[in-house]
C-alpha cells in the first residue's frame, strides 16, 4: 500500500547528541514537509521540499536540518542547538505543493523524548 | 500573519447528540481549507477540503461547509468511534508561507 514511513516510532536523546528522524514515501509525492507537535499548539512547519536537492524554511527550523537527496526521502535532523526538542513529529507529503484535492498525507509520527 | 482558532478546545457529547466544530480564520488569501481527524500517538487523517464560500462536505456522520470567515464542522448522531481530534488547517495563496497552518484542534468526545 501506498504511504508514508516514519521511524522510529519513539527516539530518546542525550543532552548533546544530534538524532535523524526518518520519513520515506512511495506515493511519488513532489513536496514533503515536517511538522512539530506540542500539547496544547497547533502543528508548526520546520521544513518543507517541493523537489528533491531544493528545501525551505518553515515557521521554527532554527535547531534542525534536512535534506532531500532523493523524491522518497526526506530525513529530519534533531541538532543540539535545539533546546527544547521532546516533541511529536510528523512528516506529510502532497503531490504538489498546493496539496490538491486530498490534502496532505502524513506519517505516523515519530515521538522524540530528551532524557 | 496568518491565523487559524478552532473552538470549542473540548467538546464531551452524548452518543447520538449531534454538534458543531468551528474554525475561524484570518488570513490574506484563502487557497483552500482542510479538515484533518487525529487518533492519539497518530499522524492525521484527511477529511474534506473546502475552497470556496458556500461549499459544502459530506462523509458519512460528518458535514463541512465554509464561510467567508469560518468553517463548521458538523457531527449528526455522533458515535463513540468518532472521538478523536479534529483539526483544521489553511493554505494561502501566494506570497503566504507554504505548507499549511493549523489550529490547536478541538478534542471531540463522544460517550456511550
Redesign the interface.
Known sequence: DGGITQSPKYLFRKEGQNVTLSCEQNLNHDAMYWYRQDPGQGLRLIYYSQIVNDFQKGDIAEGYSVSREKKESFPLTVTSAQKNPTAFYLCASSPTRTGGIYGYTFGSGTRLTVV | EDQ?TQSPEALRLQEGESSSLNCSYTVSGL??L?W?RQDP??????LF?LYSAGEEKEKERLKATLTKKESFLHITAPKPEDSATY?C?V?VYEGG?????????THLIIQP
Open positions: 487559524v487557497r483552500g482542510f484533518y500517538g497518530k499522524g492525521p487523517e484527511f477540503t483539526l488547517a493554505q508561507a507554504d505548507g499549511l497552518t493549523f489550529g490547536k484542534g
